[in-house]
């Protein structure tokens, strides 16, 4: 059992690029959600998934796109990086985002824009 | 929407001793996680708390909750070494899918 499963745990970009970060969960959880991580700031959403096909925005969504077209899988994508983006990116997952659930996070991703 | 203080937001301590670390809602708390970080790794869940008193412990953490006062506390006895990391408090969503966090508080333990 794997868990929450991200990739890659490191990449520099450089500004303009663009790149997506990879995220797997094999419990067949139904939520899955994106974090970013800054110095002092805790975690912020940046966007979230109730099930395949159904995507929101979080609180800091803007340059970020996701889909979920299966259960497993919820791909963030960075269509044009800016420094700004420059932080640690988690993703995790639970089976439900109601009521007492608790969520399971993977290792994060480490990203730097140039 | 709701907000998450913790306190301190860093500290340091020596081995042995015991320490608490403070998370307060600008909200009324139906409920807290409480989860550990370890640099360059993912988050740990630690525990949940989901009524207003509740007490909690794991190995040599312990958290409550206050309801009344919108704060739970997480408390290490004895801390160790390995009890270093940032600690994170959670709240369950208010609303669909926005769990919130606090900042984090980093503890560093000497030797």
């Known amino acids: 059992n794997a868990g929450v499963t991200q990739t890659p745990k490191f990449q520099v970009l450089k500004t303009g690029q663009s790149m997506t970060l990879q995220c797997a969960q094999d419990?067949?959880?139904?939520?899955m959600s994106w974090y970013r991580q800054d110095p002092g700031m805790g975690l912020r959403l940046i966007h979230y998934?109730?099930?395949?096909?159904?995507?929101d925005q979080g609180e800091v969504p803007n340059g970020y796109n996701v889909s979920r077209s299966t259960t497993e899988d919820f791909p963030l994508r960075l269509l044009s990086a800016a420094p700004s983006q420059t932080s640690v990116y988690f993703c995790?997952?639970?089976?439900?985002?109601?009521?007492?659930?608790?969520?399971?996070f993977g290792a994060g991703s480490r990203l730097t824009v140039l | 929407s709701q907000e998450l203080e913790q306190s301190p937001q860093s500290l340091i301590v020596q081995e042995g001793k015991n320490l608490t670390i403070n998370c307060t809602s600008s909200?009324?708390?139906?409920?807290l996680y409480w989860y550990k970080q370890k640099y360059g790794e993912g988050l740990i869940f630690l525990m949940m708390?989901?009524?207003?008193?509740e007490e909690k412990s794991h190995e040599k953490i312990t958290a409550k909750l206050d309801e009344k006062k919108q704060q739970s506390s997480l408390h290490i006895t004895a801390s160790q070494p390995s009890h270093a990391g940032i600690y994170l408090c959670?709240?369950?969503?208010?609303?669909?899918?926005?769990?919130?966090f606090g900042q984090g508080t980093i503890l560093t333990v000497h030797p």
């Open positions: 995790a997952s639970s089976y439900s985002n109601t009521g007492a659930n608790v969520l399971t």
């Open positions: 419990m067949n959880h139904e939520y």
């Open positions: 998934s109730v099930g395949a096909g159904i995507t």
């Open positions: 909200k009324t708390l139906y409920g």
């Open positions: 708390l989901q009524k207003g008193g």
């Open positions: 959670g709240a369950p969503p208010t609303s669909y899918g926005k769990l919130t």
